[in-house]
């Protein structure tokens, strides 16, 4: 005859077993993104050939190597890429705001972004310039030469590139505009006399349009580029972490770079 005590410490072991393995699925079912099985990416596609719209079939579509990136990190972690477009100097209150998991739109690391958001390591390596009209190359051709009060310089609202603006320009008039595309088309149109640029998105727009030149290299301590990752979300950065090792790695990055150079030739800018 079976003892009664044993089935009731049987069956408690078991209820006992089964609620542990219940609480570990539950835990690896957790989601380390907003919405569970979705990486939601804010960028701003105004920054080529980090990010832009051309025309593919008759339709703008996202292009640039930080797009190519994303779409990298969502299939290495086995994710659905949702990309939110939006004006560059809100994607830091997106992330604050859990709008998207990651922005990625050309920033550089600074101390201030430190403070609101996490980085991912570098994976591109940046510089900044000046750009000016080509008839105006040897007028603005030093750095000195852009920081007096009858010169009127541009940058992008929330940019690296602002701060730099507003450290070697401080005497020049300072025009912030929201997209980099606005900055362009005010130099081409002579309202203002140069614009600070990041130096590959300075090359795109170069080659677009042959009225504008380099000017000169502008300073800069902390080169490179940095997905930045909602606050305090460690397990999503180290995944982002990994993928990014994987796309240097195995020369998917390099890849994405030098075709997005080419797709900049071809970049959408609606009237």
């Excluded at 390591?121 to 009209?133: A, E, M, N, R, W």
Aim: proline residues 4%; aromatic residues 10%; charged residues 20%.
């Amino acid at each position: 005859m079976i003892n009664k005590k044993i089935i009731v410490c049987v069956v408690m072991f078991v209820l006992l077993v089964s609620a542990v393995f219940a609480g570990g699925s539950k835990e690896q079912s957790q989601s380390v993104t907003l919405n569970p099985g979705k990486l939601t990416v804010a960028t701003s596609p105004d920054f080529a050939p980090y990010e832009f719209y051309m025309l593919e079939n008759g339709k703008p579509q996202l292009a640039g190597f930080d797009i190519a990136l994303a779409r990298y990190i969502a299939d290495y972690m086995k994710l659905e890429l949702e990309i939110i477009p939006m004006d560059f100097d809100g994607i830091l209150m997106e992330l604050q705001n859990g709008g998207a998991d990651l922005g990625i739109s050309g920033f550089s690391p600074n101390p201030e972004r430190a403070e609101v958001v996490d980085f991912s390591q570098i994976y591109y390596d940046g510089k900044q310039s000046f750009v000016c009209l080509k008839k105006d190359q040897a007028k603005y051709g030093t750095i000195e030469s852009i920081n007096k009060k009858d010169v009127t310089v541009g940058a992008q609202i929330g940019s690296i590139q602002m701060d730099l603006a507003q450290k070697y320009s401080p005497n020049a008039d300072l025009v912030a505009l929201t997209k980099v595309t606005d900055l362009v088309a005010e130099l081409v149109a002579g309202k203002i006399d140069g614009a600070y640029l990041e130096k590959p998105v300075a090359e795109s727009y170069l080659k677009n349009y042959p009225q504008l030149c380099y000017a000169f290299d502008v300073p800069y301590d902390s080169e490179g580029n940095v997905v930045l990752v909602k606050k305090g979300n460690s397990a999503l950065l180290e995944q982002v972490k990994a993928a990014i090792d994987s796309a240097l790695k195995d020369g998917s990055m390099s890849a994405f770079v030098e075709k997005a150079m080419t797709d900049a030739l071809n970049e959408y800018l609606p009237n």
